[in-house]
């Protein structure tokens, strides 16, 4: 079994920044590109920013500039860096991977974590 878990969210003011990590944990093989998501009340669920197991990172207009994706493979953890928070960052951020091997060879496995509250006052 394969879990990503959260942690990270909060609440901040307008401005302001947080770091979220999500972890890897479980019995698996190699993880190749992982992302974060997140998702407001009303809304849909949306991409933020992805990232390949080489460090290419790719992110959403409305977060470039501000919010930084970056991974260390060796602890199996990819982060998201939220600078200059803005009220309309609010949601549940979600990490997932497509690619999670679970032994070389095998197919690819999708995996969502729980996701994690980020609150942003105005």
């Known amino acids: 079994q394969v879990q990503l878990v959260e942690s990270g969210g909060g609440l901040v003011q307008a401005g302001g920044s947080l770091r979220l990590s999500c972890t890897a944990s479980?019995?698996?093989?190699?993880?190749?590109?992982m992302a974060w998501y997140r998702q407001a009340p009303g809304n849909e669920r949306e991409l933020v920013a992805s990232i390949t197991r080489y460090g290419d990172a790719d992110y959403a207009d409305s977060v470039e500039g501000r919010f930084t994706i970056f991974r260390v493979n060796a602890k199996n953890t990819i982060y998201l860096q939220m600078n200059s928070l803005q009220p309309e960052d609010t949601g549940v951020y979600y990490c997932n991977s497509p690619q999670v091997y679970l032994r070389v060879g095998g197919p690819a496995s999708f995996y969502w974590g729980q996701g994690t509250q980020v609150t942003v006052s105005s």
């Open positions: 479980g019995s698996f093989s190699v993880i190749y590109d």
